[in-house]
């Protein structure tokens, strides 16, 4: 038993020696910096949503610079007649309106002027000049007045538009394409009667529409329908006639429109203001009322409230978000700004009214928003 013994003697401080050994290196270890620290994960990126593009629509409605039929009832300035409203025109990818004359030198109209009832209008050529000054980018002939002087005065209407580099829409069986922010607009004038796009043909009408808006990214309709005057502020889904005239349903219209690819719609003709829809996310302005009417056009009472309608839509035509500038005619027709915002109180009166269920929102300041 005592070799063992003598083993233990020696093993003993070897074990403890190698111990200390194996202690000593991994305080060493633990000690000295590791080359491969485990670093923090860093913050995710800041997600910045990519800008998509958008357009904006400044529309008017009914505009007439003067006539020289029956008789010289023309501005003395032509050039001047936007001056006050200038500033409310500009800073749109679009300016529409719809121009209710001619532009033409053709001596003879079919009508029959009578006073308070048929009217011929006939603007000289040269004011498509002042028109395009003025901003206008498209203009709609889709209306009552745009063959006051026969086929003849219409094409001369088509062509002096053209001639000054402002898109006339409005000629049957056609569509208008344009292109901004790289966005495909098509825009398609309508009307009543049977020698434009009729709101009256509804097969004809979503054939055409549903033809724009296979083509286009959005489809634009500018409307002039319904009846006029201060007894026609209101709208309802029915046919509305006017002197014995079949002058169509702008509630049935619009619904079938947008169910046909429409993305906005644009009304004008009765002379007033009326009612703003929103309607599945596209918006319908019921009428623009009048713009401008130099000593053509009433002005008494709703006649004489005006507006330009701004409009911002995204690249597949929804409404993003609106504004109401208020204007008011002169005397003579004229425009100006209302500081009073009579016609916003009007429309957003005539909107809770005729749709109390849309979703579109105009605050005291004419915002339009939902």
Request: glycine share 8%; proline share 9%; hydrophobic share 35%.
């Amino acid at each position: 038993m005592r070799p063992l013994s003598r083993l233990s003697r020696w093993t003993s401080p070897l074990v403890m020696v190698l111990l200390g050994m194996v202690f000593w290196t991994q305080t060493q270890k633990s000690s000295r910096p590791d080359p491969f620290p485990t670093l923090p994960e860093p913050p995710p990126p800041e997600f910045i949503a990519p800008e998509l593009p958008t357009i904006t629509i400044k529309a008017v409605g009914d505009t007439i610079m003067g006539t020289n039929y029956p008789s010289n009832q023309l501005p003395p300035n032509p050039s001047t007649v936007f001056n006050r409203v200038q500033p409310l025109l500009e800073d749109a990818d679009f300016l529409f309106g719809n121009f209710e004359s001619t532009l033409t030198r053709h001596p003879t109209t079919p009508k029959v002027p009578s006073a308070g009832r048929v009217y011929a209008f006939r603007t000289p050529p040269e004011y498509a000049q002042f028109l395009q000054q003025a901003g206008f980018d498209v203009l709609s002939v889709a209306n009552n007045h745009s063959y006051d002087f026969t086929e003849q005065g219409f094409r001369d209407t088509l062509n002096n538009l053209s001639n000054v580099g402002i898109i006339p829409v409005g000629e049957k069986d056609r569509v208008v394409y344009t292109e901004v922010n790289g966005i495909t607009v098509a825009w398609l004038g309508f009307s009543y009667l049977g020698y434009h796009n009729s709101i009256n043909n509804l097969p004809e009408a979503n054939a055409l529409i549903r033809e724009a808006s296979d083509r286009a990214d959005i489809t634009i309709i500018s409307v002039h329908a319904g009846a006029e005057g201060n007894n026609a502020l209101r709208v309802q889904n029915r046919t509305e006639t006017f002197y014995g005239e079949n002058r169509g349903n702008m509630v049935l219209f619009s619904e079938n429109a947008i169910a046909n690819g429409a993305d906005l719609i644009l009304g004008h003709g009765p002379h007033v203001p009326r009612a703003i829809q929103l309607r599945n996310g596209k918006l319908v302005a019921y009428s623009l009322g009048n713009f401008m009417g130099y000593r053509t056009f009433s002005t008494a009472g709703a006649n004489g409230y005006s507006f330009v309608l701004e409009i911002e839509l995204d690249d597949l035509g929804n409404f993003i978000q609106g504004q109401i500038h208020p204007i008011r005619l002169d005397p003579q027709g004229l425009p100006y700004p209302d500081p009073e915002g009579r016609s916003i109180n009007l429309i957003r009166q005539l909107t809770r009214q005729d749709f109390p269920n849309t979703p579109l929102v105009i605050d005291e300041e004419g915002m339009l928003s939902f």
